[in-house]
């Protein structure tokens, strides 16, 4: 009886849709599925819903791969080649659009020159391309990330949600979702997408940092410990990590210790490669080495940032105070200069 029940019990967990998927399977083994690379991470499977699994339209044999600046680009198979046409095609502009990932390329080149008139047009790109594939995740991930830039921190949420529903296990989306939410105030919102972060890549420190840093913010030191010591335990080298150190420093008012903790961070890898990280790194590395005086590397640190220009960070941070910020680093550098080759020539 009890075995009779345990094969009830299976049965009645199968549904329909997934028996017609392993039927199709077994009849058709070499289908193939859209692939996404994040990172140096390769996901196999489709980019659809749940409910579109027998057909998956537009995107079938095309992958995904996330840009520096954090937007997503489509490819041919394996991240090659120009990306797979549409089986379905709309008009934009008075043009034929035949092909949803090269569109979507286009849009994002517009949207990485940081040019507010080329992001208007790459919005409307965007929003007229997901209003005719609205399950393609790179049209919903980076309208996301264009109205995050433009503020539009509500429209930015519901871009993220419908992208969660595509592709439910890339970390970063949760990521975003927590700092949208953190810049509405809801706090308890913003720590339950940034722990789904952590949960969905454990080998990456930036979620983590980021929880750290919310409760820096917060004035929980403690707490805040507890995922930096976490996140130095998966890569003792990561700058994420080394910024929340520095941050605990900062807050201390040890502005000397935070400085020499961004002086031995090395931002490349043992093969030479960039590592990750969040570019506060640089506003941080700039404030604390403005403070302690050392004018030449804060103006180098305000620079790099602002090659960033559309980063999360310049939600919170003007473009215009950071520039202020550098150019009077330069001359202040400027100025210790001239006094220390006076002093030399007064000896």
Not at 48 to 67: C, H, I, K, T, V
Request: net charge neutral; charged share 30%; aromatic share 14%.
């Amino acid at each position: 009886m009890r075995t009779i029940s345990l094969l009830k019990e299976y049965l009645q967990g199968l549904n329909f849709a997934k028996l017609l998927c392993i039927f199709l399977l077994l009849i058709f083994p070499n289908i193939t599925f859209a692939q996404f690379k994040i990172g140096d991470s390769e996901y196999a499977g489709i980019l659809w819903g749940e409910n579109d699994f027998l057909d998956p339209e537009f995107y079938q044999d095309g992958s995904l791969a996330r840009s520096e600046q954090d937007f997503i680009v489509a490819a041919g198979r394996h991240w090659k080649g120009a990306p797979p046409p549409s089986k379905a095609s709309f008009e934009y502009e008075g043009k034929q659009i035949t092909n949803s990932g090269i569109f979507n390329n286009e849009a994002v080149g517009l949207l990485q020159s940081a040019d507010p008139k080329k992001r208007e047009k790459a919005i409307s790109m965007l929003e007229a391309g997901m209003r005719f594939d609205p399950s393609f995740f790179a049209f919903r991930y980076n309208l996301g990330r264009a109205y995050h830039i433009e503020k539009k921190y509500q429209k930015a949420i519901f871009q993220y949600e419908y992208a969660i529903a595509e592709v439910p296990k890339y970390y970063r989306t949760y990521m975003h979702l927590g700092v949208l939410y953190e810049l509405l105030n809801e706090q308890i919102q913003a720590v339950i997408y940034y722990k789904k972060a952590v949960e969905l890549n454990q080998f990456q420190t930036e979620a983590l940092v980021l929880l750290a840093e919310h409760y820096i913010r917060t004035d929980l030191k403690n707490r805040a410990q507890i995922y930096i010591k976490k996140a130095l335990t998966i890569d003792q080298n990561s700058p994420d990590a080394k910024l929340g150190l520095a941050r605990l420093e900062i807050m201390g008012g040890r502005d000397y210790y935070a400085y020499k903790i961004f002086r031995n961070t090395d931002l490349y890898d043992e093969q030479g490669k960039k590592r990750p990280y969040n570019k506060k790194f640089h506003f941080y590395f700039a404030e604390t080495a403005s403070k302690i005086g050392d004018y030449v590397t804060a103006a180098k640190e305000y620079e790099e940032l602002l090659k960033f220009p559309n980063d999360p960070f310049f939600t919170e941070f003007s473009l215009k105070i950071i520039e202020r910020r550098r150019d009077l680093a330069k001359r202040f550098a400027e100025i210790k200069a001239a006094d220390e080759e006076a002093e030399k020539e007064g000896q």
